[in-house]
Structures are given as C-alpha cells and as structure tokens.
C-alpha cells in the first residue's frame, strides 16, 4: 500500500465536490481516510478537507491523484525534515522532535525513509551521510549529532488492525477484571507455540511476586521448554528464585507450607551473598550450586537476562545494573527481535518495557493491581491484553496449555 | 438601470476552432452579424432599458465581440480573465485596459490558472455558481471567492458543446434558474438543485439546448433569448417575464449568443 496526502479547499460541501472526489478514489480503486475536516461558518467561508488516499501501487495512486486535481484536490506539499546540530552531549537542540511508539518515517532529499528502532519519548538522529534515521535517547545524543527538530518532514503512520484475528486483534486495548480468562491464556499460548517456531523471540518482564505466589516451577518450564527468550527483572526476583532453590523459601517463606523459616529473613540476603562470592549467577548455574528454578533455566537456555536494579535493592546480586540510564541502554539492545512481550506482576518493569517497545510488539500485562494493565493498555497499541489475575495462576494455566505438567 | 459592456463585431469571423461549434470553413457572414448584433442592442437599449458602455474592437481578436468573458466584476472590482487557449489570451490586454481606464480596480489570478469570466461565473445576490473543467480551473474559484468576498459553488462542465456554464445555465433576476441538466454530472445537478427549488427551476430541452436557449441576458422582468426556443420563452412568460427573441445564428457558429455578447458592469 502507498499513500498521498490531498487537500481540498473551497466551497467543497454544498458543490458536492467532496463527496465527488471521496467516490472518484473509490471509483480509481483507491481508498481514502480523511484526516481532517474544516467547515466554513458562514456561506461565504470557504471549507478544508485534508484526505489520505491509500491505493495498492504507484501507478494506481498517482492515477487517482491525476483524476481528483483536475477537481481542485491539491497534493500536500511536502517538505524534508529539518536538523539541527546538538550543541551538547546529552542535550536535544531545541524543538526536537519527540517520537512515538508508531512506525514513523523522515523525508531526506525528496525520499521517506523509515526511523529505525522506534521508541517512545526519544529523539531522532540523522546519520553522518542522512541515510540511516536512528531513535536516540536523550542521554545519547553527543555534540554535533544531526537531531531532527519541528514536524515538518516527519511522518507516523497508525498501526493497522492486524490481519489474522486472535485473542490480541479481538481484545483492543482493553482491560478488565471481569472477563474470562481462560480463553485468552489459550490465544496467548498458540500465539506463544507459533512464535516459537518461527524463532521470534518472546520477551518477560517479571516480578518477585511470581516466586511468593508460586508461579516458578511453571516460568522454570517455560524457559526450558524454549518459550522465553529474553528475561527482564530486578535483584529480587533473581534472589528469591535461587533463595527458593537454596533454602526452599521466598522471603523467607516456606514455598510449601507456608510457614515462617527459622531466620528466614536472613535467607535472600545469604543468597545473594553466596552468588556475590561465586561471582556471577552463570558460574553459580555451572558449578551447580543452583541447578533449579528461572535463573538455572535462563543460565541453561542461554536466555538473554537484563537485571536493573533499584535503590532499595539488597545486594545487589552481581550482573544487576545499578545504573538506571546503562539498564536502559542494555534492555532496549535485547529488544531486536522481540514480537511477543509478557509483563507479569512488575510494575517498574512493565511499564519501563512498554515504554521500550514499538507498538507494533503485542503485549500481555499480568498483575492484580489493574491500574498496571490499564496504564500499559493507554500506549495505544491495538494488541495488548491486560489480565487482572494473579501471576503464578497466569503462568501455570499459561504453561498448562503448552504441555507442563505439574 | 442596467449597464453593460459590449464589443461591435467590426473584425468578428471564425478565424480557429476552440469549441465543436466552431468551423473555419464554413465561417460566419459578416454582414448579417452587425445586423443581428444591431438589432440585439437596441432590444437592449429600447426593449430592455439597459445602457450599453462599447469598447473599441481589436482586428485580429474576432472573439472580443463575446464582452462575458472579459473578467467578472462585483461594485467596482473586477477579476481579470486568464483564457484556456492562446487564440483568446490577446484579447485580456484591451479589456484590462478598458477597465483601468474606467476606474475599476482590476484583479489578477496567479499565473496558470485559467479563468472566462461571466462566461463560466453566474449567479444572483449571494448564490454563484463556477463552470470548470472545460474552460476555467476550479482553483480559480477560490482566488475569485476570496476577491469578491463570494460563496461560489464549483460545477462540473461535462458537455463539450456546453463549455462555458452560460451556455448551458443562466440566473434570473428573481432566482430562478434556466439550465440544461445534461451538461452537468450528478453532483453537479444536485448542488443547483439543493440551492434552486424546484419551482425556479426551468430545465431546458436538449433541442433548445443547443439553441442557446440558456444564453439570455436578463435585466430586470426582461429576458432577451436566442431565438426558436418557444418552450423555454413559454415557461419565462409564466413566471413573469417579457421575452425578447432575437436572431443570433452567425455567432452561434461560434459557440456563443446574447449572454456571450455582454458583459454585466453592475
């Protein structure tokens, strides 16, 4: 599909003419979407449509476009992107344009090519000989970086509703408590079998609170089984994974039982200071000091982990990244590749990745605080799901439908 | 007390073809044309109670005798024509100069844009409408609109033989409109009719069509019309108007009849 932007101006409704240019697209085999509309006041005042024409090739487009100037339709004129030279490190030049999670493209010298790595709330940055338009954090502009400024030249074109319908094309962006959902976990899984054998890879962000809650053992098969392909979590996961393999407790919690250890409380913090003296939870893994649970899974499957750390972390264990803007930089470099993103029972997690990802990247969001889905659902991508259940349900009835049997 | 422009046919003839009216070999008498044109202008005068201004015929612009596609004026404005084809570009200098040398404030469309004047601009009060594709450009309207503060609704031309709209559409007066629907495409018809109620509206036959039934001058409850157009004269008279037929046949071999030959100055 290709597309052209037209305006129409002048006393367009009572002529008819609008309606004779929107049938004449049609008539062409195109189709339109009007993007906007300005009716005059008073009769004398002239009226403005602005009208995306959409046609399946070139010739066809520029076919319709011939047919519907000679009507008054003008082709909105279109300008390169504007640049400016950064003028610090870390510093945008003023007016820099902000992106979108959206595919979004720039017009250099006459041709619209498409940004890559979209992301929300970044910069655009134009390569030395304007090839290669690249999203840029903030933190990594460096003096002298060409950075797109204003919004002229830039485009960004709506996600379309996906083609094949599953439970992700049927459910929006909604979110709810009151919905069934186990036919949603059964999409999400035949999504998940699917993705697996087309070697895309599936992405988690998880919380702590899928070891306390018992959902371990089911997210330990799932890495094994070859569903997770990249892990996202804090210390405390990563803790209170091992601190279960080590001493059968979470937070010093018997997993089974219940009950309160004897200086439990003590149990992470043994953890991690044992994997601080090992010196990494790979060598712990090998070695064999921890041989079940996610982070044994993850170490066994070569799944690629990013732990950022926060400021209340214990420890912190080692490979966690203490600095906020490095973790950043690490979890976007592991997202290339990631079409299905699961966020369970994090919050920071959750929305750090949701911000990370482009909208096109379908997202499941699983917690039982449902302001956590509902904030992920508001980035507008037309395939998330947020579920208002308890992550260790959602992970056993998730790896029940892909074969793990408890 | 209605003025208008006209243009004696001292160098009018056939001398291109612009339109499938035109026939340089069979060409158009001349003589009989200052007849037909005499008699029309003392219909006008005498008949009709108009006052003629004439302007000075060029040799070598034989269309110049058609004054309605000089420009369009509103109160002492007037927006210039820019003719389609190079054979009537000539004729915008002397009637620029007209205008200048009479106190208008003369207005001019931005190069390329092709605009005939009271040829293809017609209405009454606050309803106008805009003949384009064939001779004048669309985007024309919008410079025309804004110069003369107008509402102008755009129609569709989609008749060769109709290439101005006042060969196929005239306003009276008293809002009533004269036309021939064939000469306009649906959206066209439904914009005259959604503005025009039916009871002011006169569809002329395709047989009288192409009389020029529709090319009339109308100054007050006068109408002056082409003639052999009985059952178009006969709907005038119903509603109120005195009809005036007179015998243009030399300058309908040029695609043009009474409206053609004047141009309104107020």
Redesign the interface.
């Known amino acids: 599909m290709t597309h052209e932007t037209i305006l129409l ?3 367009i409704i ?4 609008l ?2 240019v929107l049938d004449r697209i049609l008539q062409y085999g195109g189709s339109f979407e009007i993007a906007s509309i300005r009716i005059g006041k008073t ?2 005042e ?1 009226s403005d449509a602005r009208i995306i024409v959409h046609a399946d090739s070139p010739e066809r487009l520029a076919e319709i476009i011939a047919a519907v100037q ?3 339709a ?1 082709v909105e004129k279109e300008a390169d992107c504007q640049w400016q030279e950064a003028l610090a490190d870390g510093v945008f030049p003023d007016d820099f344009y902000v992106t979108t999670h959206l595919p979004t493209e720039v017009r250099v010298h006459g041709k619209w090519v498409p940004v890559e790595g979209i992301e929300m709330d970044l910069g655009i940055r134009l390569d030395r000989n304007d090839l290669v338009p690249h999203t840029v954090p903030m933190a990594d502009v460096r003096k002298g970086d060409r950075i797109i400024v204003g919004h002229e030249g830039v485009r960004v074109t709506p996600l379309e509703r996906p083609a094949h319908l599953d439970v992700f094309g049927f459910m929006g962006a909604q979110v709810s408590s009151e919905r069934p959902h186990g036919y949603l976990i059964a999409g999400i899984a035949r999504r998940m079998q699917a993705l697996r054998k087309s070697e895309a890879k599936i992405l988690l962000a998880g919380g702590p609170a899928i070891i306390h809650g018992g959902g371990r053992e089911p997210l330990a098969w799932l890495i094994e089984a070859g569903y997770i392909h990249v892990l996202f979590c804090g210390n405390a996961l990563a803790a209170h994974d091992m601190e279960a393999h080590l001493y059968g407790t979470s937070l010093g919690l018997h997993l089974e039982g219940g009950s309160l250890a004897h200086h439990g409380h003590e149990h992470h913090l043994r953890t991690i200071n044992r994997i601080r003296a090992i010196g990494s939870i790979e060598e712990a893994v090998r070695q064999g000091v921890i041989t079940t649970g996610i982070m044994a899974a993850c170490v066994r499957r070569g799944v690629k982990i990013v732990m950022a750390g926060t400021i209340r972390d214990d420890g912190p264990l080692p490979g966690v990244i203490t600095d906020s803007v490095q973790a950043q930089a690490a979890m976007r470099a592991a997202l290339p590749g990631v079409e299905l993103a699961l966020l369970v029972a994090s919050t920071l997690h959750a929305v750090a990745t949701g911000n990370l990802l482009p909208a096109s990247v379908p997202t499941v969001c699983v917690d039982v605080n449902p302001a956590v889905p509902t904030k992920l659902a508001d980035r507008g991508s037309l395939q998330a799901i947020g579920l208002v259940m308890d992550a260790a349900s959602f992970l056993r009835e998730l790896a029940r439908h892909l074969g793990w049997k408890e | 007390m209605s003025c208008l422009l006209v243009c004696p046919p001292d160098h009018y003839q056939i001398a291109y073809e612009i339109n499938p009216w035109m026939d340089v070999k069979k060409g158009a008498d001349l003589t009989v044309a200052r007849v037909q044109w005499t008699a029309m202008m003392a219909v006008l005068e005498k008949n009709c109670g108009a006052t003629l201004e004439r302007i000075e015929p060029v040799a070598g612009l034989p269309d110049m005798v058609f004054t309605a596609n000089a420009g369009i004026l509103a109160g002492r404005t007037v927006v210039l024509s820019q003719f389609r084809y190079p054979e009537r570009r000539p004729e915008e200098a002397p009637f620029e100069r007209w205008f200048q040398e009479h106190g208008y404030q003369v207005k001019r469309l931005p190069t390329g844009l092709y605009f005939e004047g009271a040829g293809d601009m017609l209405g009454v009060r ?1 309803v106008w409408f805009g003949g ?2 064939q001779r004048s450009d ?2 024309a ?2 410079y025309v ?1 804004e110069f003369l ?8 031309l989609v008749d060769p033989r109709f290439y101005h709209l006042d060969t196929c559409f005239c306003m009276l007066s008293g809002g009533e409109v004269v036309w021939y629907p064939g000469a306009f ?1 649906r ?2 018809q ?2 005259i009719m ?2 025009i109620p039916a009871a002011k509206r006169i569809a002329v036959p395709e047989e009288e069509a192409v009389r020029f039934a529709c090319n009339e001058v109308c100054i007050g409850k006068h109408v002056v019309i082409p003639e052999g157009n009985p059952s178009t004269m006969e709907r005038l008279e119903k509603l109120g108007y005195a009809t005036h037929a007179v015998g243009l046949s030399e300058f309908i071999k040029s695609g043009g009849a009474a409206k053609c030959l004047t141009l309104a100055l107020d």
């Not at chain 1, 009572?14 to 003419?17: N, V």
């Open positions: 101006h002048g006393h009572d002529s008819l003419l309606p004779k009769r004398e002239p000679a009507h008054g003008a | 606050d384009y594709l669309i985007r309207y919008r609109g503060g107008r509402e102008i609704l755009p129609l569709e495409d959206y066209g439904a914009a959604d503005r």
